[in-house]
């Protein structure tokens, strides 16, 4: 039975332009879906802000760590309902989800640059998964490896020599089951069309 990444749930949730059920966008995540499981080939997409993203994902929980005097380590562990399936970064009393900025210049210094709907779906999935009450997304400021920089401007780049508490950036979701319930019936839509889709294959 198809079931959605927490990660995939913005794409999901895209509003349709006219009426309820599928907006193109996640029809065309649903139809990715069917690709990658007809050819047996999951598509990776990968730049330098990603790269940076997966490759300094420890300093920036080190980072959080020393912003709020905490102990978080990576959490380690799918989990999974009846719609939805994901792993958060950091499992305490709330979610932390980690995003390492790619430089200064992608950096949500300002609070209307901290609110990102895709997040926002993201950190909702895992709150129903893992029955928390508070989701934050940690925007996080380190220094991106030498080799991701290439012919970039260091200075954007190079940050550890700034405060900790210039570097960090958080926004927090509280849970709502209202919108839980909004997502199973995104799934339940989104099942239909996969399976539409797989009967002309």
Known sequence: MLKIRCSQLGLLMTKAKSGGGLSETAKGMVKDIVREQFFGVRKNISNKAIEKGIRCEDE???????????????????????????????LSASIHDIKTSYSIATFPLFEDELQNNHYEWQMRGY???????????????????EDLIGWEQPELHIVSHLPVENRVRSIFYDRDVDKEAQIASMVINAREYYEQLKAVL
Not at 70 to 77: A, C, F, L, P, S
Not at 127 to 145: E, F, G, I, N, Q
Request: net charge negative; with cysteine.
């Open 60 to 90: 920036s929980i080190q980072l959080l760590n020393d912003f709020l005097f905490t102990d978080y380590v990576k959490h380690v562990g799918r989990v999974e309902n009846d719609y939805i399936t994901g792993e958060c970064d950091i």
């Open 127 to 145: 709150m129903w998964l893992y029955d928390k009450p508070r989701a934050y997304v940690d925007y996080c400021l380190v220094d991106t490896p």
